[in-house]
């Protein structure tokens, strides 16, 4: 079985400049979050999917990030402009859903590094 | 206080000893509470689920203390390939949202 899947895994941009991720869940997988995770912390969540519906974004800076999941499956984070504090590792995952059952699978993440 | 917290350590230990941490959460409401290893450079992997009447898996035990307000991990015959930062998980608010500890590092020495 897959697992999740990102992409890009590496990237480096100059500031101001926009840069999106990619993420495709393990099939079955309803619920889809985005986290980020800085040099010697814990991934901090960003947004929360229910298939297409985002339920938590509350941790989402919005005047600079969007996250879209049209379909229920696939979704892109997006950071546009990105600035030096934004260098991280963007990390998706995917999971089940119900409270009992969320486990986590983290994809292998995108490193972001704004120059 | 911090939703989790976790001491950052690092924690040094002799291969073959038992080495434990804890992690404490802030809201007795918080029911889902996990272990996650993650290695140098990779993403975060379930290591264990923690149950209320605690759990174990191998060289490995997790326990939950509700009243105290803490999960903890022990790792029994420490082996090298155990080198990686432990982080707690706990559904903090109660719902579904999943919060993370800053991670404790554990490095095994020869």
């Known amino acids: 079985e897959a697992g999740v899947v990102q992409s890009p895994r590496y990237k480096i941009i100059e500031k101001k400049q926009p840069v999106a991720f990619w993420c495709n869940p393990i099939?079955?997988?309803?619920?889809l979050y985005w986290y980020r995770q800085n040099l010697g912390q814990g991934p901090e969540l960003l947004i929360r999917?229910?298939?297409?519906?985002?339920?938590?974004d509350s941790q989402l800076p919005k005047d600079r990030f969007s996250a879209e999941r049209l379909k229920g499956v696939d979704s892109t984070l997006k950071i546009q402009p990105a600035e030096l504090g934004d260098s991280a590792v963007y990390l998706c995952?995917?999971?089940?859903?119900?409270?009992?059952?969320?486990?986590?699978?983290f994809g292998a993440g995108s490193r972001l590094t704004v120059l | 206080r911090k939703e989790v917290e976790q001491d950052p350590g690092p924690f040094n230990v002799p291969e073959g000893a038992t080495v434990a941490f804890n992690c404490t959460y802030s809201?007795?409401?918080?029911?889902?509470f996990f272990w996650y290893r993650q290695d140098c450079r990779k993403e975060p992997k379930l290591l264990m689920s923690?149950?209320?009447s605690g759990n174990e898996d191998g060289r490995f035990t997790a326990q939950l203390n509700r009243a105290s307000q803490y999960i903890s991990l022990l790792i029994r015959d420490s082996k090298l390939s155990d080198s990686a930062t432990y982080l707690c998980?706990?559904?903090?608010?109660?719902?579904?949202?999943?919060?993370f500890g800053t991670g404790t590092r554990l490095t095994i020495i020869p």
């Open positions: 809201n007795s409401a918080s029911q889902s």
């Open positions: 923690v149950y209320s």
């Open positions: 995952a995917s999971s089940l859903g119900t409270l009992g059952a969320n486990v986590l699978t």
């Open positions: 999917y229910e298939n297409e519906e985002a339920v938590d």
């Open positions: 099939s079955g997988h309803n619920t």
């Open positions: 998980v706990v559904n903090a608010f109660g719902n579904e949202k999943l919060t």
